[in-house]
């Protein structure tokens, strides 16, 4: 895969941004975006590349998708909001607090292990007893995600009697966001966990093993974003929405672990 | 006595600003969780499991604590050695690191894959995403509270009380026991409530350190955050709990405080 931050290419863009800066119209927007932790990198490089060409200043705040949902119900800022299930996103809409969302992107979910300590037997390993597992907790779309998959791998009949009982009762820690997981199946803290795709980083690959989930077991997950009410940069909000769903928005998104818009 | 002039209303207002900002976002705080609700949410089994694990671990860490400071304060306060001064000074640093940073560190020095995660393994301790993990991260926080007040404790009074108390026949421990503990009881007891107080709060580093499992690892500022994520009620009513058990700490401080002026004669 072609890396995008060659020292030719980023100089090229530097000088491109300073041109934009130099130059930038009265127009640039600071925008806010509170994204789903699973959003980190690829939302942080389409937001560099939407800055540079825009001349806007996006910012971000990452996080679980819910800890989000609560700040905006309680009077936090924001012009656009990209959850990692509708189901963050749809209550803020009933509350009239944020406007129709489009899906931009979707996402699988893989199970991970320290490169050192395979799991044994494969994904049925995952229930052998003593081996600490950790997840997204429950009102993390992440942890949703993990449920339902883990119900349907329990259903599948392919993983052994009680599966889910038994998967769960290996549970460690229940973590507030997706990216905590990942983080510590990558220190070797966790035997193994459920993750998105698209947190196997590049600074993660290395450390880790990966384990394919049949996609029958594993449904995707959709990711809405929407324009918030309060936005004081509706215009620029919705642009950079667009942007996000763009061809070239889309190209960051699959490179970073994402299957593309439904 | 003359009056004192009245005082410029500059001053007053800054002063009324300042009170308010700290003392607002309490009152907040409390006019929201204090519903008649309360009774009954405080005894959900997320918050009472939450309760639980907090009164466990920072009893223990506060044992532990104890334990390991109190002789460390005593030689820093009665022993000269070299590099003391450097000594002191960075037994402090977990008090001004921010505890994200602490339950990284702990993290790569206890953890599985830290620089004691091999010796630890083959001794059979396995403290990862234990309780144990909790009780160590809140040690690591709050044990220099407790060390920073003990050896002012035992610097507050002359030593040759102690001298005295030999020539007399006493015993080291008998010395220690009957002379030197209760003569710096009251900053003992002080950094202890301190300690404790800090421990109680901890999050950052539990939550990097531990991790966050109802009734094993799950302490009370971590279920209040993972409560606010769906449902606030409980967090509301474990801040308020946090709030009162805060104040509690405060009059504590202020009775020992009282305490310690009186000469204990």
């Known amino acids: 895969m072609r890396r995008l931050s060659g020292p030719g290419l980023s100089f ?43 001349g806007h200043q996006t910012r971000f705040s990452f996080a679980g998708s819910s800890s989000l949902r609560t700040q905006l119900e309680r009077g936090a800022r924001a012009d656009v909001f990209a959850s990692a299930s509708l189901g963050q996103y749809a209550p803020l809409r009933s509350q009239g607090l944020a406007g129709p969302h489009t899906l931009f992107a979707r996402n699988r979910l893989t199970v991970l292990t320290p490169a050192a300590r395979p799991l044994i037997g494969g994904l049925a390993g995952l229930a052998r007893p003593g081996l600490r597992l950790i997840v997204a907790g429950p009102g993390v ?7 339902r998959t883990l119900s349907l791998m329990d259903a599948s009949g392919n993983y052994g009697p009680e599966f889910t009982r038994r998967v769960r ?31 196997l980083t590049p600074g993660l690959r290395g450390k880790v093993r990966t384990y394919s989930l049949p996609d029958s077991v594993n449904p995707p997950v959709a990711y809405p974003i929407g324009v918030l009410k309060g936005s004081r940069e509706a215009e620029a909000a919705a642009a950079f929405i667009r942007f996000v769903r763009s061809p070239e928005g889309q190209r960051i998104l699959i490179r970073w672990g994402f299957l593309p818009a439904p | ?66 334990a390991l400071g109190t002789p460390v304060a005593y030689l820093l306060a009665r022993r000269q050695f070299v590099g003391k001064g450097l000594f002191d000074a960075l037994l402090d640093l977990p008090m001004v690191l921010p505890p994200v940073v602490a339950g990284v560190a702990l993290l790569l020095a206890f953890g599985q894959g830290g620089l004691l995660g091999r010796p630890l393994e083959v001794a ?24 920073r007040a003990a050896r002012a404790g035992f ?18 421990w008998a010395l220690f026991r009957r002379v030197t503990l209760p003569l710096a009881f009251p900053f003992l007891l002080e950094g202890a409530v301190l300690a404790w107080a800090r421990s109680l709060g901890e999050f950052g580093a539990t939550l990097l350190f531990a991790g966050s499992l109802q009734g094993e690892t799950r302490t009370v ?28 700490v405060l009059l504590t401080l202020r009775l020992i405080a009282g305490r310690r002026i009186t000469p204990a004669q």
Request: charged share 15%.
């Open chain 1, 12 to 54: 090229r863009r530097a000088l491109l941004a300073a041109l934009i800066l130099v130059t930038a119209e009265a127009g640039a927007a600071r925008l806010t975006v509170f994204a789903a932790s699973s959003l980190t990198d690829a939302l942080g490089e389409i937001g560099r590349v939407f800055d540079s060409r825009t």
């Open chain 1, 141 to 147: 779309p992440a942890g949703e995600a993990t449920a």
């Open chain 2, 1 to 66: 006595m003359s009056r004192a002039p009245a005082p410029h209303p500059v001053p007053v207002l800054l002063s009324a600003l300042m009170v308010g900002l700290l003392l607002l976002p309490v009152f907040a705080l409390l006019l929201e969780a204090l519903t008649p609700a309360l009774g009954r949410t405080l005894q959900s089994a997320a918050v009472r499991d939450a309760l639980r694990v907090s009164a466990l671990t920072t009893g223990a860490a506060l044992a532990v604590t104890l």
């Open chain 2, 124 to 147: 059979g301790v396995d403290l990862a995403f234990t309780p144990g993990a909790v009780v160590l991260a809140q040690v690591f926080t709050s044990a220099p509270f407790y060390v």
């Open chain 1, 169 to 199: 009762a290996n549970v460690v820690s229940e973590e507030p966001n997706v990216r905590q997981v990942a983080l510590k199946v990558g220190l070797g803290q966790a035997d193994a966990a459920f993750v998105y795709r698209s947190d």
């Open chain 2, 221 to 248: 500022p971590l279920a209040i955050y993972s409560a606010a994520e769906s449902d606030l009620a409980p967090a509301l009513a474990l801040s308020a709990l946090m709030v009162a058990l805060a104040f509690g």
């Open chain 2, 155 to 172: 610097l507050a009074f002359d030593p040759d009380v102690e001298g005295a108390a030999r020539v007399d026949g006493a015993g080291r």
